[in-house]
Structures are given as C-alpha cells and as structure tokens.
C-alpha cells in the first residue's frame, strides 16, 4: 500500500484546508484510513478516520465540527477539510492505513507527512 499525502500549507486563523491523501496498491481497500498529526515537540495523535465506504467516521474532539473526513470525490482518494483552523491545528499530517479506526489501533501504512501551519 501507497499513501501520498498533498494540499498542506500556509492559512491566517479561521481559515481553511483541504488534505487529499491517494491510496495505491492491491490491498489498501482492507483498510481503514485515518489521518494524524504531529506538532513540533508533540507525540503523533489520531485526528480522524473512515472505512472506504464513508459509512464510519471517527474524529478526535479537538476537531470534531472544524474537520471533516470523507472519501468518493475522487477514486482511490480520501480528503480531510480543515475549517476553522487554529494555531493549535499547526502539524504535519499524516495519512494512515489502519487495522481498525480509533486512535489506538494499529497503523500499518503511513504516508509522507504535508505540513499545515496556521497563523495567529
């Protein structure tokens, strides 16, 4: 499985992004995908996943009515919408295939990270 990450950059707060990660490979539909982040000096934490059939979403509170995961807009794509952006926000996101959906389940594919900065 191959994950590439995109659409990372730089917003003034209350602003928006929207994260696309593209999925490869023979076996990534196994997966549930998810999204996380790491902040300068901070541990890796869940932000969001969904199956690929968009049915079951996850988000973590820090982010739920601000974020929204979804997939089917683009084949083999899964995208987060980041609104509402605050400086907290500021990461490196990663995208994830995982066994499971909630934050402690197993990765077992990780993208390259796309880098969100959001000013104050």
């Known amino acids: 499985v191959q994950l590439q990450a995109s659409g990372g950059g730089l917003v003034q707060t209350g602003g928006s992004l929207r994260l696309s990660c593209a999925a490869s490979?023979?076996?990534?539909?196994?997966?549930?995908m998810g999204w996380f982040r790491q902040a300068p000096g901070k541990e890796r934490e869940f932000v969001a996943s969904i199956s690929w059939s968009g049915t079951s979403t996850y988000y973590t509170d820090s982010v739920k009515g601000r974020f929204t995961i979804s997939t089917g807009n683009v084949r083999n794509t899964v995208s987060l919408q980041l609104n509402s952006l605050k400086p907290e926000d500021t990461a490196v996101y990663y995208c994830?295939?995982?066994?499971?959906?909630?934050?402690?389940?197993?990765?077992?594919?990780w993208g390259k990270g796309t880098q969100v900065t959001v000013s104050s």
């Open positions: 490979g023979r076996t990534f539909s196994r997966y549930t």
């Open positions: 994830a295939a995982m066994t499971g959906a909630r934050e402690n389940d197993r990765v077992d594919y």
